[in-house]
């Protein structure tokens, strides 16, 4: 009896072992992504001319939103066939980002991309694409911190990824449009459903398109041995935001967790206005 509780316990411990290195494994995974090799080949395209040509990139390293990427790309195939004179390229190689091809571009949207997705050169190079005069778009997951890009955290967030609630960690709230000048016919307000994340502070030197009363969702992020992210945003928790960056653009939305999102026409009228906009000059 006694070497069958003894095996008992060391099968407890083991498990216990196992689960918090699970558990450790997870949360560096998230927020740092797992270091990869950068795709350093350049693709071969050919953008026609005549259309607005638009950069699709999902790639992660970090935390992947599989449904909500899934989605996003025949969301965003629908609105080139509604908005005919738009060309989408889609990919997840990080050799596109040199000078030559990115200046075919007039959007690149950070589709849920986590993690260092992108080695030093092509990083710079994006910067440069945005400084003189490209837009730069970032889609939920593209907002957390597992880039460690001082340049992208400054340029496209202006704030510090924090946390999201996790009890529950979806929740309902209504979106409320802060800027009609961004993009006509947007919803003044509507009912959004999902991860609503948290940052440190409201976005620097950035104008607010679409905001939720902080106060009226959980915000708590508190988890396991992290006690420290009971705390939300307040009353004015921006979820939708732009930026002038030198000669270009930047516009993040913190929406867009999982597939249901896309599923709304509100947002996705968003996502539409937010291209549209990128591109005008």
């Known amino acids: 009896m006694r070497k069958f509780f003894k095996i008992l316990g060391w099968t407890l411990l083991a498990f216990v072992v196992l689960l918090f290195a699970a558990g450790s494994l997870f949360i560096y995974k998230v927020k740092n992504g797992f270091p990869v090799s950068y795709e350093t080949e350049k693709p071969s395209i050919s953008i026609p001319a005549d259309k607005p040509a638009i950069l699709l990139f999902s790639k992660t390293t970090g935390f992947r939103h599989e449904e909500s990427i899934d989605a996003s790309s025949l969301v965003l195939r629908s609105l080139c066939h509604k908005n005919p004179s738009w060309y989408l390229y889609e990919t997840e190689a990080g050799g596109i980002f040199n000078p030559e091809q990115l200046a075919q571009f007039e959007v690149v949207i950070f589709d849920n991309s986590t993690g260092r997705v992108l080695d030093d050169a092509q990083q710079a190079s994006l910067e440069k694409y945005v400084e003189n005069g490209g837009t730069l778009m970032g889609i939920h997951g593209a907002g957390d911190d597992s880039h460690h890009w001082d340049w992208y955290e400054k340029n496209l967030l202006g704030a510090k990824f924090s946390h999201h609630p ?4 979806f929740q309902k709230a209504q ?6 000048t961004f993009s006509p016919g947007l919803s003044t307000t509507f009912e959004g459903n999902d991860e ?40 004015n928790h921006p979820v939708a935001w732009y930026k002038m960056v030198g000669k270009g653009k930047t516009f993040y939305t913190s929406m867009g967790h999982s597939k249901e999102v896309w599923a709304n026409p509100d947002f996705v009228s968003l996502i539409e206005g937010a291209i549209k906009w990128g591109y005008k000059k």
């Not at 996790?166 to 960690?169: F, K, R, V, W, Y």
């Not at 979106?175 to 009609?180: A, F, I, K, P, R």
């Open 166 to 169: 996790l009890n529950p960690q």
């Open 175 to 180: 979106v409320s449009l802060q800027d009609t």
């Open 196 to 235: 609503w994340y948290v940052f440190l502070n409201q976005p620097k030197d950035a104008t607010i398109v679409y905001s939720i009363d902080g106060d009226k969702i959980l915000p708590s992020g508190n988890m396991l041995w992290m006690k420290d992210k009971n705390f939300g945003m307040g009353k």
